[in-house]
C-alpha cells in the first residue's frame, strides 16, 4: 500500500466534495436538524411543569425503568428522551457516508474518470481505501462535532444532571466506538452497491436495512424495556465488528479492478 | 516497445480481438485503424494493462501485461476515448492528481511545464467543467504525458473536436513524435494517419494488414500516373503498353492512366514517348490514392474472411 497515492485521492475526493453543493448540503442538513431538535425538545420539557410528568396523571408521563426511578419523574423522563435521541445521533456516521460514497463512485462513473485512474499505477486496495477513509472521516467527525454541540447546547438549556448523563461512559463510548463501525459500515455498502447496482439510491436502500435494528433499539430504550448499559454497548460493539468484517470483506472482492472498468457504462 | 503476441479478448462469447501479434518499435507513431467495434479501444487497454486478455500475451517498454501490470502502467500513457476529467476540480488539481499517482518527483513544476507548454497556465485556477472540449482534450493530453511515459497511447486524440482544436491537437502529437516516444493512435481520421504515422494497422477483430501509410496505398495500386491529352489518340495505348517499365495503361476520361515501376525515373522516358507518338501532353500527375480509398478496399477485402471467422 502507497500512502502517497492513498492521500492524493483523500485530497482529490475532499477537494471534489468541497466543490459539490448537493453533498455539502445533505452532510450539514442531518447534524443541523437533529441538534435543533434534541436541544428544542430539551427546552420544552425543562419548561414543562413536574406535574405534568407524573407517570399515572400527567400528559408526558412515562414509564421509567427501574434504574431512571430514583431521578424523579421529570428529570427520569428527561434522560430517557435524551437516550433515545443520542441514537438518533448515531445515525449521521450511518448516513453520510452513504452519500459521500455513492456520489464519489456514482461520480467517476459520470464522469468517465475511472478509466484514466485506473491506467495510473494504483492498486485497487489503494483506491477503495482512500475512497472509504474521504468518506468515513467527514462522517465521524461530524457525528462528534454534533455530539459536543448538543452536550454544549444542554448546559444552556437544561439542568446539569441532564449533561451528565448524556455524557455518561456508554454515550462517550457508543461515540467513540460505534460512529466509526457504523461510518465505515455504511461506506461499505455504499461502494458494493454502486459498485455494483449503478444506483445510488440502491446504496441508499441497502444502508436503511441497517438503521432498523438501531431504531428498533432506540425504541425499546424509550419503552423502558431495555436500559443503555456498558455490557450491551460491548456486545453491540462486538456485532458492529462482525458485520463491518463481513461487508468490508465482500466490498472489496465486489470492487473488481476490469469489472468496474468494463460494466460501468 | 511494444510486442502483442497472439492478443486475443472475447467478452461475454463476443470476439472483440482476434489472435492480434504486432510489434510496435521504438520511437515509432503506429496509427491504429478500424471501424466502429473493430477492437481499437479493447486493444489499446490490454495494452496499457487496464484488462486482461482472454489468451496471448504483450511486451510493453520491456515488461509483460497480466504479471508486471503495474509496472506496465507506470511506464505507459492512456489519453481514453472521453477526456474523463473531474469537472468540479480545477485545471492544477486534475493534472496533479495524476503526477502524484504516478509518484512524480517535482508534482507543482511538471504540472505548470504542461500547462505553460499548452497554453492553459492563466485558465489553471478555473474549473476544469467550463473548459471547451478541446481544452479538456489538451488536458487530458497532458495528463497522460506527467511522468514522461516512454510510450503513449491516444485513443481517437481529435475525434470529438472541430477542425480547428483539432488541428491544435495534431500539431501538438506532431512535437511529441520523434523525443523517443512511442506513440501508438487509433483514429478514424485516416488523413491524419497519414500525417502522424511512421506506420499502420488496419484491425477487423483481426490485424488486417500493416504497413508505412505509403506502402499500404503502393500495395493496393501500385504507383500510377495519369496523362491528360488534348485530344484522344488511338493506338498509343499498344504503344505505351509495350514498353518495359509499364505494367498496364487503360483509357480514362481525357486521358490515360498508366501504372509503371518508379514514376521517378520512368516518367521521363515516358513522356518523349508519348510525344514522340504524336500525342498532345498536357499534363502528367502523379496519381494519389488516399488512404481513405485504401481503407475502404482492404474493408472490402476483408469481408470474405470476416463471415467465415463469424460463422
Ligand atoms: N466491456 C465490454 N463488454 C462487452 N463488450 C464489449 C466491451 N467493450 C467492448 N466490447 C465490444 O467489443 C467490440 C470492440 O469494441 P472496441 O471498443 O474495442 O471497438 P473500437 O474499435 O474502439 O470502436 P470505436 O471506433 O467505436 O471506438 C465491440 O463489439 C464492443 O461492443
Ligand atoms: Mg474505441
Redesign the pocket.
Known amino acids: 500500500m502507497n500512502e502517497s497515492r492513498v492521500q492524493a485521492i483523500i485530497t482529490k475526493e475532499w477537494l471534489d466534495m468541497g466543490k459539490n453543493k448537493m453533498v455539502l448540503i445533505m452532510m450539514a442538513l442531518l447534524p443541523v436538524i437533529l441538534v435543533a431538535m434534541i436541544l428544542g425538545t430539551a427546552w420544552l420539557m425543562q419548561r414543562t411543569p413536574e406535574a405534568d410528568f407524573d407517570p399515572n396523571t400527567g400528559s408526558s408521563g412515562m414509564a421509567l425503568p427501574a434504574e431512571l426511578a430514583e431521578l424523579g419523574a421529570k428529570t427520569g423522563t428527561m434522560v430517557l428522551i435524551n437516550d433515545q435521541y443520542m441514537f438518533y445521533l448515531l445515525l449521521i456516521p450511518m448516513a453520510l457516508p452513504v452519500y459521500i460514497a455513492a456520489y464519489s463512485i456514482i461520480g467517476e462513473k459520470e464522469t468517465r474518470s475511472l478509466e484514466p485512474l485506473l491506467a495510473t499505477p494504483i492498486t485497487t486496495a489503494e483506491l477503495l481505501t482512500g475512497k472509504i477513509i474521504a468518506a468515513v472521516v467527514p462522517a465521524v467527525v461530524l457525528a462528534w462535532l454534533s455530539y459536543l454541540l448538543t452536550a454544549a447546547g444542554m448546559i444552556l438549556v437544561a439542568s446539569p444532571i441532564i449533561v451528565a448523563y448524556m455524557v455518561r461512559p456508554v454515550w462517550t463510548l457508543s461515540m467513540a466506538l460505534h460512529g466509526p463501525l457504523f461510518a465505515l459500515l455504511s461506506t461499505a455498502c455504499g461502494v458494493i452497491a454502486s459498485s455494483r447496482l449503478n444506483d445510488a439510491r440502491a446504496a441508499q436502500q441497502i444502508t436503511a436495512l441497517f438503521i432498523v435494528p438501531v431504531i428498533g433499539l432506540s425504541m425499546a430504550v424509550l419503552m423502558g424495556r431495555v436500559y443503555i448499559n456498558l455490557n450491551l454497548l460491548l456486545w453491540a460493539t462486538a456485532v458492529l465488528v462482525l458485520v463491518n468484517v463481513g461487508v468490508l470483506w465482500l466490498a472489496v472482492r465486489l470492487f473488481r479492478r476490469e469489472t468496474i472498468l468494463?460494466?460501468w457504462k | 516497445m511494444i510486442q502483442a503476441m497472439n492478443l486475443t479478448k472475447r467478452?461475454?462469447g463476443?470476439l472483440?480481438?482476434d489472435d492480434l501479434s504486432l510489434e510496435v518499435r521504438e520511437g515509432e507513431v503506429f496509427g491504429f485503424l478500424?471501424?466502429?467495434?473493430?477492437?481499437?479501444?479493447?486493444?489499446m487497454r490490454m495494452l496499457s494493462a487496464l484488462i486482461a486478455p482472454t489468451s496471448g500475451t504483450a511486451l510493453v517498454n520491456g515488461h509483460q501485461i497480466g504479471t508486471e501490470s503495474q509496472a506496465v502502467r507506470a511506464s505507459v500513457g492512456l489519453l481514453t476515448?472521453t477526456p474523463g476529467l473531474y469537472p468540479r476540480l480545477n485545471a492544477e488539481h486534475n493534472l496533479g492528481l495524476f503526477a502524484k499517482l504516478h509518484g512524480v518527483d517535482d508534482v507543482d513544476g511538471q504540472v505548470r511545464r504542461y500547462l505553460t507548454l499548452l497554453d492553459l497556465w492563466t485558465r489553471r485556477h478555473d474549473p476544469v467543467g467550463s473548459f471547451s472540449k478541446g481544452m479538456q482534450q489538451k488536458l487530458a493530453i497532458a495528463r497522460a504525458l506527467l511522468h514522461e511515459p516512454l510510450v503513449l497511447f491516444l485513443?481517437?486524440p481529435t475525434s470529438a473536436l472541430d477542425p480547428e482544436a483539432a488541428r491544435v491537437v495534431r500539431d501538438f502529437i506532431e512535437t511529441l513524435k520523434g523525443r523517443g516516444r512511442t506513440i501508438f493512435i487509433?483514429t478514424?481520421n485516416l488523413n491524419e494517419a497519414d500525417r502522424l504515422c511512421d506506420r499502420g494497422g488496419v484491425?477487423r477483430q483481426r490485424l488486417i494488414r500493416v504497413d508505412t501509410p505509403q506502402a499500404l496505398r503502393q500495395g493496393l495500386y501500385g504507383q500510377s500516373v495519369l496523362v491528360r491529352l488534348q485530344q484522344p489518340a488511338p493506338g498509343l495505348e499498344t504503344t505505351i503498353a509495350g514498353l518495359p517499365f509499364v505494367s498496364s495503361v487503360s483509357a480514362v476520361e481525357g486521358g490515360l492512366r498508366i501504372a509503371l515501376e518508379d514514376p521517378e525515373i520512368h516518367n521521363p522516358d515516358l513522356v518523349r514517348t508519348l510525344v514522340e507518338a504524336g500525342a498532345a501532353v498536357q499534363f502528367v500527375e502523379r496519381e494519389a490514392h488516399s488512404l481513405e480509398q485504401v481503407y475502404f478496399d482492404l474493408m472490402r477485402e476483408s469481408e470474405a474472411p470476416e463471415t467465415e471467422v463469424t460463422a
Open positions: 468494463t460494466r | 467478452f461475454n463476443l472483440a480481438v478500424g471501424p466502429n467495434g473493430a477492437g481499437k479501444t479493447t486493444t476515448e485513443d481517437e487509433c478514424h484491425i
